[in-house]
């Protein structure tokens, strides 16, 4: 069966300092890897998606990678901010098995607390 | 603001019985999602609708059921509701079936039951 894992369950780092959250999946190949933030009580946002054949993708102060290889993407805040205080979820999809195409699968999310 | 709608925003009810929840998603968007969201399962995807038919379904249960209208807003039905339904309900919408395209989530019900 399917499984993410998130590295850990909460993430404490000092402002300024590089976040970086780690997204681990086993058992498929995932054509692409998505990363949302979410806010207590509210829903998930986008933020970044990485196609099985990048490395590498940037946006801002966010960085994500993807290493197919190792079945891992990383998530990295730099210059961590406290409004960056969140929990920040990867979701894969799944290649299509007898007609599921397209249906995300998240993971639990890692809390991030940023102190000033 | 997402641009999806979700009501009601809380629901508190008593094991056994049946609600329906409620979604309108962003202007122009065809597809929408339904995801239940628990502390100990993480956030689940349900069913997905596209242009008023069922797409995909994942993890939902058969006491669960949903449609999409021809205006493209979404219910989500739950019946004999058990202790273990109580949740958040996410309604997301995005312009087409790719899941490359870019999911919008909705602010979600909490669902309490009694």
């Known amino acids: 069966s399917q499984k993410i894992e998130q590295n850990s369950e909460a993430l404490n780092i000092q402002e300024g300092k590089t976040a970086t959250l780690t997204c681990n999946y086993t058992?498929?190949?995932?054509?692409?890897l998505q990363w949302y933030r979410q806010d207590p009580g509210r829903g998930p946002v986008f933020l970044l998606l990485?196609?099985?054949?990048?490395k590498e993708k940037r946006k801002e102060r966010l960085k994500v990678t993807f290493d197919t290889t190792l079945k891992q993407s990383l998530f990295h805040i730099t210059a961590s901010q406290p409004a960056d205080s969140a929990t920040y979820l990867c979701?894969?999809?799944?290649?299509?098995?007898?007609?599921?195409?397209?249906?995300?699968?998240f993971g639990k999310g890692t809390k991030l607390s940023v102190k000033p | 603001d997402s641009g999806v709608t979700q009501t009601p925003k809380h629901l508190i009810t008593a094991t056994g019985q049946r609600v329906t929840l409620r979604c309108s998603p962003r202007?122009?968007?065809?597809?929408v999602y339904w995801y239940q969201q628990s502390l100990d399962q993480g956030l689940q995807f349900l069913i997905q609708?596209?242009?008023?038919?069922?797409?995909a379904k994942g993890n939902i249960l058969e006491r669960f059921s949903a449609q999409q209208f021809p205006d493209l807003h979404s219910e989500l039905n739950l019946s004999s509701l058990e202790l273990g339904d109580s949740a958040l309900y996410f309604c997301?919408?995005?312009?087409?079936?790719?899941?490359?395209?870019?999911?919008?989530f909705g602010p979600g019900t909490r669902l309490t039951v009694l």
């Open positions: 997301a919408s995005s312009v087409g079936v790719g899941t490359t395209d870019t999911q919008y």
């Open positions: 990485i196609r099985e054949n990048e």
């Open positions: 058992n498929y190949s995932p054509a692409y």
């Open positions: 979701a894969l999809d799944f290649r299509t098995y007898g007609g599921s195409q397209g249906n995300l699968i």
């Open positions: 609708y596209y242009n008023g038919e069922e797409r």
């Open positions: 202007s122009g968007d065809l597809s």
